[in-house]
């Protein structure tokens, strides 16, 4: 069971209507992981059922007993995070402050203050419009612990499709370089990159990758939008051929793409023309990936 992982070096590339067209063309062969958590979106496209629903709990969090503290001021003193703020003639833990490092419930003079694990998130399991199952999640606001549910999504994901005998697991990375794009890439197969032909997007692509080599994934590329500055796409395809990436389509800009996206369905449902670009990009993938 093979896992494909399509990620951007930044936002706004079109990662996500492009890994949902890929989810559209694989169809029932395929499970479905968004592990874009700080921000998924794939749920727009691929109308899951939201059958499943699951708490994710995550780091750690100190509490103090209001009616234990002698207010002695100790915890206050030893934290680094300045999470302890006096309140009301009370000292509270900051939640949004608070790193779990527990040092504070270490020096409590009368053990006043414990340390739990928190609800950070959400992971959903959801039949999905394609005739298959996406596992999905969000993470609360102002939590952390990202990359960690990432890991939970993909976790549940090659599972499912292990179970199911399905031919690949299909992610939905988060962009960037962060915590949840190094969990996205964790045992992957083939690394798809999405850019665009702009300054920021090849700097970006470039960051990504070197990433990418760190994990020695292989990894093909779709310069979406190639038409809207030749100059920048040439030196995209420069880079590309320096270090081996497979150049799997150039895509010209088309409003259709917002199109089919406000009526919530694939470009390549959409427009066959555009469709049968990355129809073409998903038969490439397949053959390197053997799938």
């Not at 009616?67 to 934290?79: E, L, N, P, Q, T």
């Not at 939008?225 to 100059?231: E, F, R």
Request: glycine content about 10%.
């Amino acid at each position: 069971m093979k896992e494909i992982v399509v990620i951007s070096g930044k936002g706004g590339t079109g990662k996500t209507s492009i890994t949902a067209s890929l989810a559209f063309l694989g169809g029932t062969d395929l499970i479905i992981a968004d592990c874009d958590v700080d921000a998924a979106d794939m749920h727009l496209l691929m109308a899951p059922d939201f059958g499943k629903v699951e708490d994710f709990f995550s780091g750690e969090l100190s509490l103090i007993d209001q009616g234990s503290c002698i207010k002695c001021g100790k915890c206050r003193d030893v934290c680094r995070f300045d999470a302890i703020p006096i309140i009301d003639s009370q000292y509270i833990v900051d939640s949004l402050g608070c790193e779990g490092c527990g040092y504070c419930s270490r020096v409590c003079l009368v053990n006043a203050i414990t340390n739990s694990k928190p609800n950070v998130g959400k992971v959903f399991v959801s039949d999905i419009r394609t005739g298959t199952t996406m596992i999905h999640a969000r993470l609360s606001i102002g939590a952390d612990n990202s990359g960690k549910l990432v890991a939970q999504v993909k976790n549940e994901a090659k599972t499912l499709a292990e179970k199911e005998n399905k031919i690949a697991v299909l992610v939905d990375g988060s962009p960037g370089v962060g915590c949840p794009v190094v969990s996205s890439l964790s045992g992957a197969s083939f690394t798809v990159l999405v850019t665009e032909p702009t300054v920021s997007g090849l700097h970006d692509l470039k960051r990504v990758y070197e990433l990418v080599k760190k994990f020695g994934i292989k990894a093909g590329c779709i310069i979406n939008k190639a038409d809207l500055n030749k100059n920048m796409a040439g030196d995209i395809k420069i880079f590309l051929k320096e270090e081996g990436i497979v150049l799997l389509s150039e895509i010209p800009y088309n409003e259709n793409f917002t199109k089919a996206m406000t009526n919530g369905k694939t470009i390549v449902e959409y427009d066959k023309d555009l469709g049968k670009i990355i129809s073409e990009s998903w038969d490439k993938i397949k053959h390197i990936v053997e799938i």
